[in-house]
């Protein structure tokens, strides 16, 4: 049984940084490319970031990019997303996913197998 469990999560200024980690079990994450999503009151869920295969390929939400950066550890079988400069627009919770072995649009949630259950992140200004 995949499970997918998210934490990292919590309150923070304005400039703050925070680092979200997911934690996978029932998956080996050397062969998974790992997203992170996140869904912010009243509002769709939306792409942040997406790491592939190997790790050397990352890919970004234009509204993240340059302050979050998502990595992952294969030994440890846990993706990161590193978040800094955190803005009050950045509160949601944020899911990570697995992508799916075929897709057709990385920031599409359709294309993801498995999600986690997500962890809060507010961002006070």
């Known amino acids: 049984q995949v499970r997918l469990v998210e934490s990292g999560g919590g309150l923070a200024q304005a400039g703050d940084s925070l680092r979200l980690s997911c934690a996978a079990s029932?998956?080996?994450?050397?062969?998974?490319?790992v997203g992170w999503f996140r869904q912010a009151p009243g509002k769709e869920r939306q792409f942040v970031a997406l790491?592939?295969?190997?790790?050397?390929?990352?890919y970004y939400a234009d509204s993240v990019n340059d302050r979050f950066t998502i990595s992952k550890d294969n030994a440890k079988n846990t993706a990161y997303l590193q978040m800094n400069s955190l803005k009050p627009e950045d509160t949601a919770v944020y899911y990570c996913?697995?992508?799916?072995?075929?897709?057709?649009?990385?920031?599409?949630?359709?294309?993801?197998?498995?999600w986690g259950q997500g962890t809060q992140v507010t961002v006070s200004s």
């Open positions: 029932g998956r080996t994450f050397s062969r998974d490319a």
């Open positions: 996913a697995v992508l799916g072995d075929v897709y057709y649009d990385h920031t599409d949630e359709g294309s993801y197998s498995f």
């Open positions: 790491i592939g295969v190997s790790g050397d390929d990352t």
